[in-house]
C-alpha cells in the first residue's frame, strides 16, 4: 500500500496542478466565426477575456497568420482596436509599418489604419499613420485620413492639406476634407473655404451636397 502513495501523489498533481490545455487561433475562430461578429468583437464583456498574454497573443497571432483568409484576420484587427490597450496598440502600429503584413491582401492595411482611430491621440501614432496618405491603395488612404480626422490633432492638419493637393481619388479627397471639419482649427476651416472657392472641386462640393 505505502508503494502505491508516491504514484498517487503524482496522479493527484498531474490531475489537479497540470494547466488546461492552451487557447488557440482555432478556438478563437469558432468564436468569432458567427453571424453577429460585429457585435461580438466589440463586446466588453468578450473582450475582458482577452486581457491574459496568452488569449491576447492568439488574437495577434490571427490578425498576421498569413494565409488565413483574410475575412478573420479583419476580425482580429478590428478586436485589437476595440480593446484599446497600449500592447493592442504596439500590435496595430507594428502591422502597419509591416510592408509584408498586407502582401495577400492589400486592404488588410487599410482596416488598421481604421482601427488605430480607436486610440488616445499621440504624436507618435500620428507621425506613423500619417504614412498612410501616401500608401498606393486608395483604401489605405482613405481610411488614413478617417481615422487622423477621429484622433483630431492640429499637427495632422498639413499632412492632411498636403495630401489632399495631391491626391487624385475623390474618395480620398472627401476623406480628408470630413478630417479637416472634425479636425475644426482656423486653419482648416480656411482650406475649406478656399477649396469651397477656387472653382477646382465643383465634383468635390456636388459630393457634400453642392456646399463644403
Known amino acids: 500500500m505505502i508503494k502505491f502513495i508516491p504514484f498517487l501523489s503524482f496522479l493527484f498533481l498531474f490531475l489537479f496542478i497540470t494547466p488546461s490545455s492552451a487557447y488557440t487561433i482555432d478556438d478563437l475562430l469558432k468564436e468569432i466565426d458567427v453571424k453577429n461578429w460585429r457585435e461580438k468583437i466589440s463586446n466588453t464583456e ?15 497571432d490571427l490578425a498576421d497568420a498569413r494565409g488565413v483568409d483574410w475575412r478573420y484576420r479583419i476580425r482580429a484587427i478590428r478586436m485589437l482596436g476595440h480593446m484599446k490597450t497600449p500592447q493592442a496598440q504596439e500590435a496595430l502600429l507594428r502591422f502597419f509599418e509591416d510592408h509584408f503584413f498586407h502582401h495577400e491582401c492589400p486592404s488588410l492595411k487599410s482596416y488598421v489604419a481604421e482601427a488605430l482611430g480607436d486610440f488616445p491621440p499621440s504624436k507618435r501614432l500620428m507621425e506613423i499613420l500619417k504614412e498612410g496618405l501616401l500608401d498606393p491603395e486608395v483604401l489605405v488612404r482613405e481610411a488614413t485620413a478617417k481615422s487622423l480626422g477621429r484622433l483630431k490633432m492640429q499637427e495632422s492638419l498639413k499632412y492632411l492639406i498636403e495630401a489632399f493637393n495631391n491626391e487624385k481619388s475623390l474618395a480620398v479627397k472627401i476623406a480628408i476634407i470630413n478630417a479637416l471639419k472634425a479636425i475644426n482649427s482656423q486653419d482648416a476651416q480656411e482650406f475649406i473655404k478656399k477649396v469651397a472657392s477656387d472653382g477646382n472641386h ?8 453642392g456646399s463644403l
Open 46 to 60: 468578450f473582450l475582458e477575456e482577452f486581457k491574459s498574454t496568452e488569449k491576447f497573443k492568439v488574437v495577434v
Open 202 to 209: 465643383e465634383e468635390l462640393k456636388d459630393a457634400f451636397g
